[in-house]
C-alpha cells in the first residue's frame, strides 16, 4: 500500500469514561489527513471529532460523544495541548503535526 | 490564535477558561483560585470547627477524590485542625465498586487519610448484585440510593464522627433544583438546596464543601492536579439520559456558563419561599404545614452514575405515570378552592396553597414527625424507615434457591 | 361561507372551550366591575362592566385567548345577556426595527375579525417614560438593554396600561407549557426568587407600581400543543391571524447552527417540546410548582431597578465570593467605565437583572 502523505500524526485521549466508547483504551494515535475531503480546508478540531466517529467510535450509543447535528455531546471538555479548546476556537482550531487532544467527560459519576 | 496571557499573574499562558466568570488562567493560578473559594465557602459558611473529626464520602470518582484533596490541602494551608478520615461504601458490585475502592485504597495511601469500607453486606445483608438478581435492573437505583444514605451515617457513627462531608458540585445541586421542580418537590428542593443537611436532632451533620464548585472545573482540577480518579459508569445505572434534568443542565452551560451557578442561586432563594421551609415565609393562616425537615432522608453521596436525577428516561416516565393517576382528583380540587390572593392591610400576601399532590408524598398519613425507625433505630419521618421497608419487599423475594 | 365542522374539530375547540370558561369564572368572581356615576348626574351611582387588558404577542397562545375570550362574550349575547366584559387588546411592538404603521396593520385582521374589541399597538420605547422602572439607575447600570431585558420592558408597559385604562385585570395568554418554561428559564437566569411574582394569578404589587394589578393567565391549564391544534380547527382557523405561524408551531424545526446561539428561552423550548410529547403530565405539574411559591415581601426594602422584585441584600455579598468576582474575574480589558457601571448595577439592580444587565 502507498504510504499516505495527506495525515499527521495527532495524539487523542479519552477520559472520564469515554474509553468505553473506544475500544476501552484511553490513549491513541489518529492519522488525520491533513485536509478536510468535504472542502479541502485545514484539518481542525470539528473535522477532528468527525473522522473519530466515523473511524473510531466502535459503540452503538454514540450520542454519549457527539449529537445528532454532530456537535460534541454538551459535558465533555475538550483539551489542545492541556488548554481549553474555549481558548483555542472550539471546532475551528487548526491542528498540526504531534497536536495532543484530550477529551473528558463530566457526566459520569462522582 | 496567539495564547491568552493569565489575568491574574498575567505571565503565564492561560490554559482554562472559567465558567462563572470566563476568566481566562493560567494552571497554578486556577489551582489556586479553585482552592481559595473552596476556603471561602467552607469560612462563610462555618463548616468546621477547629479539632473536628469529618468523614469524606469517598466513592473513588472525581467529585470525592477532588474534595479529599482540595480538604487536605487547605486543612494544612489555613490550619482548619481537622481530623480528616476517608469512609466508602462497598454496594457489593463485581467488577465496578471493586475498582473504584482500589483508587480509594490509593487515594488513602496518597493523602495519609485512614480509610474505613462498610458493605451493604453486613449493614443489610443484602450486596447490590443480590438485590439486582431479584427485583431485576429497574428500579435498583433506589434501593442503592436508600441503602448509601444509611450506610455513610452509619458507618461515621462506628467511627465516632458527626459530620461527613460529600462530593456534592455546583452541578448536582443545579440538577436537583431542577428535578424538583420537575415533579412539584418543593419541600426537597428548599432541603437539597442548602449547604448543611441534618439539624440539632439529627447525628450525624452532612455538608457540600463543593457545592458552587462547578463539574467542570472539578474535572480540570483533577486532570491538572494529575489526580486519580475512578470514571466508569455503574453497570446497574440507565444508560441514556436525553431529555433529563442532567441534559438539561449541560445544554443550558453550553448556552450560558453561568446558568449552572445561577440556579443554585434560584433554588436557595425559592428555598425561602416554600411554605413552612423558613421563618420568613410569614406564618399564613390556613396554610397546610409541609411535612418538617426531614434531614435529607434519600440524599446520596455522589457514588454512582445516578444522583437525584440522572435516571432519567425511568424517572420521567414514572412521574408522569403518577402524575396521571393523580391528576382526576386534583383537577376536581383545584376548581373548587383555587382562590386569587389578596393581601389585606397590614398582612403580609400570602398564597394558598393549591391541593396538588407531589409526586413523591405518601400524603394518606398526615404529618410526618421526624423520629426514629422501630426496627432499626435509624432516623426516619416514617414508623419504619425506608430502608427496612425495602428489605422488608426484598427479603419477601430473596430467591428459593439460595437456601 | 359556512364550513363543514367536523366532529373531532367540535369536541376539541368545545375542550379547550370549557378549559378556559372555568378560569374566566374564576376570574369573574375575582373583579369586582367598577361603580359608576349615574348617567344622569343625580341618582344611585350605577354598576359598570368589568374591563380586562390582554397582552397580545400575535403568538399561538394569546391569538387563542383572544379568540376565546370573544367565544365568551358571544355565549353570554347569544344568551340574551350583555357582554360580560370589555376588552382592550394591546400588542407591543419593539419600535427600533417596527415602524408605528406597521404594528398598526399587523392589527388590522384582528379588528375586523372581533370589532367589539378595542385595539392598541404600543411602542416598546414607552418604557422609557414608566415611573415603575427607576430608569436613572438603570441606565447608569448599562448602555443599552439587551434583548432579555424586552420581556421585563414589555410586562412594564403592560402593568402600567392596566392601571392606566382602568382595567380591572392583566390577562396574559401563557400555556402550561409556556408557565413551565418560564419557571425553568427564570430559574436557569437566577431568578427564582421572583417566581411568585411572576407566573401566579394574583394582585401583584410592586414598590414602584402606583397600585396593585391583578394578573391572571386563563389558559394556564392548557398545552401549547393543544392550541396549536385550536388554531386550526376554528372557524375560521386562527392561523391567518399569527405570522410565522409555522415557524411558532414547529420550535424544533428551526436549523441550529451552533447550539451556543440559543437563547435560554429557546433552550427550554426545545426540552419542552420533548417533555410536552412525551410526559405531558411532568409539564402542568411544574406549572403548579411555582403557584405553591409563597411570596416573601419586606415593605421596607427597596425594590429593584429594573424588574421591581424585592431585592436580596443578604445573600450577594456571599454570592460574589461564590462567584469568585472576589479579587479577580472581571472582564479582562474592562474599561473603568465597565467598571463603575458593574458596580452601580450592584447597588441597585436584584441578582437575576444584574446577570441579565451585566453578564
Given amino acids: ?79 489542545i495541548n492541556e488548554a481549553d479548546w474555549e481558548l483555542e476556537g472550539e471546532e475551528e482550531c487548526e491542528l498540526k503535526a504531534g497536536d495532543k487532544v484530550v477529551f473528558v467527560s463530566t457526566m459520569h459519576g462522582g | 490564535m496567539a495564547p491568552s496571557l493569565c489575568a491574574i499573574c498575567k505571565t503565564e499562558r492561560a490554559y482554562i477558561k472559567r465558567p462563572k466568570n470566563h476568566a481566562k488562567l493560567c494552571r497554578e493560578c486556577f489551582i489556586r483560585v479553585f482552592e481559595d473559594e473552596i ?111 444509611q450506610a455513610l451515617d452509619r458507618g461515621a457513627k462506628m467511627l465516632g464522627i458527626k459530620h461527613v462531608v460529600t462530593g456534592h458540585n455546583a452541578d448536582d445541586v443545579a440538577e436537583t433544583v431542577m428535578m424538583n421542580l420537575l415533579r412539584a418537590d418543593l419541600s426537597r428542593l428548599s432541603r437539597s438546596t442548602s449547604i448543611v443537611t441534618g439539624d440539632n436532632r439529627s447525628e450525624v451533620k452532612r455538608s457540600k464543601p463543593l457545592k458552587y464548585a462547578y463539574e467542570k472545573e472539578i474535572v480540570l482540577y483533577a486532570f491538572h492536579k494529575k489526580l486519580e480518579y475512578f470514571s466508569t459508569e455503574c453497570i446497574y445505572s440507565p444508560e441514556a439520559f436525553r431529555g433529563s434534568a442532567r441534559g438539561l443542565i449541560k445544554q443550558l452551560e453550553k448556552v450560558r456558563p453561568s446558568a449552572i451557578l445561577d440556579i443554585v442561586r434560584s433554588g436557595e432563594d425559592m428555598a425561602r419561599l416554600v411554605p413552612g421551609e423558613s421563618p420568613s415565609s410569614c406564618g399564613c393562616k390556613g396554610q397546610k404545614a409541609q411535612a418538617p425537615v426531614a434531614a435529607a432522608v434519600e440524599e446520596g453521596i455522589g457514588g454512582c452514575g445516578s444522583t437525584n436525577g440522572r435516571t432519567p428516561g425511568g424517572e420521567m416516565a414514572a412521574l408522569d405515570k403518577q402524575l396521571r393517576e393523580n391528576e382526576e382528583y386534583a383537577e376536581l380540587e383545584v376548581d373548587v378552592t383555587k382562590t386569587i390572593l389578596k393581601p389585606k392591610q397590614g398582612e403580609k400576601e400570602t398564597q394558598k396553597e393549591l391541593p396538588i399532590r407531589t409526586a413523591s408524598a405518601p400524603s394518606k398519613g398526615g404529618r410526618q414527625v421526624l423520629g426514629q425507625c422501630k426496627r432499626c433505630g435509624y432516623m426516619s419521618s416514617q414508623e419504619i424507615c425506608q430502608a427496612c421497608t425495602l428489605l422488608e419487599g426484598l427479603n419477601k423475594n430473596r430467591p428459593q434457591i439460595q437456601i | 361561507m359556512t364550513r363543514e365542522v367536523t366532529p373531532y374539530a367540535y369536541c376539541f375547540t368545545k375542550f379547550i372551550n ?48 383572544l379568540q376565546l375570550l370573544h367565544e365568551n362574550c358571544q355565549f353570554q349575547l347569544s344568551k340574551g345577556r350583555p357582554a360580560p366584559f370589555e376588552l382592550t387588546v394591546v400588542h407591543i411592538y419593539n419600535d427600533t426595527f417596527t415602524t408605528p404603521s406597521t404594528a398598526e396593520s399587523l392589527l388590522l385582521p384582528h379588528k375586523t375579525r372581533y370589532p367589539t374589541f378595542t385595539f392598541l399597538s404600543h411602542p416598546l420605547s414607552s418604557s422609557l417614560t414608566l415611573p415603575s422602572i427607576d430608569w436613572p439607575s438603570f441606565l447608569s447600570a448599562l448602555s443599552l438593554p439587551p434583548p432579555n431585558i424586552i420581556s421585563l420592558l414589555t410586562r412594564h408597559i403592560l402593568l402600567s396600561l392596566t392601571l392606566s385604562t382602568s382595567s380591572q385585570a392583566l390577562l396574559l395568554g401563557h ?22 411574582w411572576t407566573i401566579n394569578d394574583g394582585l401583584l404589587s410592586l414598590p414602584n407600581l402606583s397600585q396593585p394589578v391583578l394578573v391572571f393567565h386563563p389558559l394556564r391549564d392548557i398545552l401549547r400543543k393543544e392550541l396549536v391544534e385550536f388554531t386550526k380547527l376554528t372557524a375560521p382557523p386562527l392561523t391567518g391571524l399569527i405570522p410565522d405561524v409555522e415557524k411558532r408551531n414547529n420550535p424544533e424545526a428551526h436549523q441550529v447552527l451552533n447550539h451556543k446561539d440559543l437563547s435560554i428561552e429557546e433552550v427550554m423550548t426545545r426540552y419542552f417540546a420533548d417533555v410536552e410529547r412525551s410526559y405531558p403530565s411532568v409539564v402542568a405539574n411544574v406549572a403548579r410548582t411555582s403557584a405553591r411559591l409563597v411570596r416573601i415581601f419586606d415593605e421596607d426594602r427597596k425594590g429593584c431597578g429594573l424588574c421591581g422584585m424585592p431585592m436580596d441584600g443578604e445573600g450577594d455579598e456571599r454570592w460574589r465570593g461564590e462567584l469568585g468576582e472576589g479579587d479577580v474575574g472581571d472582564e479582562e480589558g474592562e474599561t473603568e467605565e465597565g467598571e463603575r457601571r458593574r458596580r452601580e448595577g450592584r447597588r441597585w439592580l436584584c441578582y437575576g437583572c444584574q446577570r441579565s444587565a451585566l453578564g
Avoid at chain 2, 88 to 101: A, F, Q, V
Wanted: aromatic letters at 6%; hydrophobic letters at 35%.
Fill in chain 1, 1 to 79: 500500500m502507498a504510504p499516505e502523505p495527506e495525515t499527521m500524526p495527532i495524539s487523542v485521549d479519552f477520559l472520564g469514561g469515554l474509553d468505553t466508547l473506544f475500544s476501552n483504551k484511553t490513549s491513541h494515535t489518529i492519522s488525520l489527513p491533513l485536509l478536510n475531503p468535504s472542502d479541502s480546508s485545514p484539518a481542525n478540531v470539528g473535522f477532528l471529532i468527525s473522522y473519530l466517529v466515523k473511524h473510531h467510535l466502535k459503540h452503538p450509543r454514540t450520542e454519549f460523544f457527539v449529537q445528532g447535528d454532530g456537535h460534541l455531546t454538551p459535558g465533555i471538555l475538550v483539551l
Fill in chain 2, 39 to 149: 476556603h471561602h465557602t467552607i469560612t462563610s459558611s462555618k463548616l468546621f470547627y477547629p479539632g473536628e473529626k469529618v468523614a469524606i464520602g469517598a466513592s473513588g470518582g472525581k467529585d470525592s477524590t477532588v474534595l479529599a484533596s482540595v480538604l487536605k490541602t487547605l486543612n494544612e494551608r489555613h490550619g482548619y485542625g481537622l481530623d480528616l478520615v476517608l469512609l466508602s461504601i462497598d454496594e457489593g458490585i463485581t467488577g465496578y465498586r471493586d475498582d473504584s475502592l482500589q483508587t480509594v485504597k490509593n487515594n488513602a495511601v496518597q493523602y495519609g487519610m485512614p480509610l474505613t469500607i462498610v458493605g451493604y453486606k453486613e449493614l443489610y445483608d443484602w450486596t447490590m448484585d443480590e438485590v439486582v438478581q431479584t427485583i431485576g435492573k429497574k428500579g435498583n437505583c433506589t434501593y442503592c440510593g436508600v441503602f448509601r444514605r
Fill in chain 3, 18 to 65: 370549557t378549559k378556559s370558561v372555568k378560569q374566566l369564572g374564576i376570574l369573574g368572581k375575582e373583579t369586582k366591575p367598577p361603580i359608576i356615576p349615574n348617567p344622569s348626574g343625580s341618582g344611585p351611582p350605577q354598576i359598570g362592566t368589568r374591563r380586562y387588558l390582554l397582552g397580545l404577542s400575535l403568538g399561538v397562545s394569546s391569538t387563542c385567548l
Fill in chain 3, 175 to 196: 400555556s402550561t407549557t409556556a408557565i413551565a418554561e418560564l419557571t425553568l428559564s427564570q430559574t436557569a437566569k437566577g431568578r427564582g426568587f421572583s417566581l411568585p
